[in-house]
């Protein structure tokens, strides 16, 4: 049987500012992102059974057109003139759920590059734009690396590889809903804005020091509760000796960037997963496709 594997990673925001909300109700964004080590395994057997189905380790993640690795499997199916073939999708999630570290679209990418890598219908251009059907972050996801992102998310641009870093990343224990939090960023007046135009010249410099300075996500300031627990882990990676930390996307995930060889020891990642719930660390990965 034809079975086929590859890794589905998660991302990062180094930066996440939202310019503006457009007519469409949807809202610019302006986003530096990283892939990251941290991945589910995603493994695709084809079959005969005309449908596609995922199935996953986590009861909650459903399997049905809703998970967005069987939309993206349908899309492009439909795209490529092969509607019918049957798929039978296993995910083994290890990027959190809901931690603003895109876990569903990264599966949906990389059933993308898989499915694409079998036919071989498209080119890497012709992928992306595919890939934007299927939601904002999938583009990203299917192409990784470094990026600036803007439009929805599907907008990008490869930018310089980060330094030489390592991660710690933390997501205490609830999820924030994203719509929850557009609609509060919409009702605050102010909102301070995050130098992405120096995040991208210190990325050029390869000064990472540079880069952890100017790291923002102005979802951050927004009066919540539960924002709280995230400043606090926040304080947490700094004072372990991270060169900056910060919020990834909507949350709940945080991230603390430390210079290679100065992680904090096992005791105090293990205190972090006691703590938080979930604690991991990664490195960078690179261009994908
Ligand atoms: P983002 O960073 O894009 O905002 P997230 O990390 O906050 O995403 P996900 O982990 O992608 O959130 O999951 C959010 C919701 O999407 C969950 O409620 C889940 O049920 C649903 N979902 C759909 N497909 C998947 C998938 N393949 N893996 C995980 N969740 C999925």
Not at 50 to 55: E, Q
Not at 156 to 180: H, N, Q, R
Not at 214 to 226: K, L, P, T
């Amino acid at each position: 049987m034809n079975i086929l594997y590859e890794k589905a990673y998660a991302k990062l925001n180094i930066s996440l500012d939202v310019t503006e909300r457009r007519a469409d109700g949807y809202h610019d964004m302006a986003m530096v992102m990283q892939t990251v080590s941290l991945a589910d395994e995603v493994e695709i057997r084809f079959n005969d059974t005309g449908v596609v189905r995922a199935a996953t380790n986590l009861s909650f993640v459903p399997g049905d057109e809703r998970n967005l690795a069987v939309r993206a499997a349908l899309c492009y199916l439909r795209a490529v003139g092969q509607e019918g073939q049957g798929l039978s999708i296993r995910l083994e999630k290890r990027v959190p759920v809901g931690a603003g570290m895109g876990g569903g679209s990264s599966d949906a990418a990389a059933v993308l590059r898989t499915l694409n890598r079998h036919y071989g219908a498209l080119d890497a251009e012709k992928l992306e734009a595919l890939s934007a059907e299927v939601g904002s972050d999938v583009p990203f996801c299917v192409r990784g690396g470094t990026a600036f992102a803007t439009g929805r998310g599907e907008k990008l641009e490869t930018l310089p590889d980060m330094p030489a870093c390592a991660f710690v990343i933390c997501k205490p224990g609830f999820s924030i809903s994203t719509p929850e939090l557009f609609r509060k960023l919409d009702q605050s007046s102010a909102r301070c804005h995050p130098d992405s135009a120096g995040i991208v010249e210190a990325l050029r410099a390869g000064d990472l020091p540079g880069i952890c300075r100017r790291m923002y996500n102005v979802f951050e300031d927004i009066d919540d509760r539960r924002l709280r627990t995230v400043k606090e882990i926040k304080g947490r990676l700094l004072d372990f000796g991270a060169l900056g930390s910060v919020m990834t996307g909507t949350g709940s995930a945080v991230f603390g960037v430390f210079r290679p060889g100065t992680l904090p020891d096992e005791a105090a990642l293990e205190a972090l997963r006691r703590d938080c719930g979930f604690c991991e660390t990664a490195v960078c990965v690179g261009r994908l496709n």
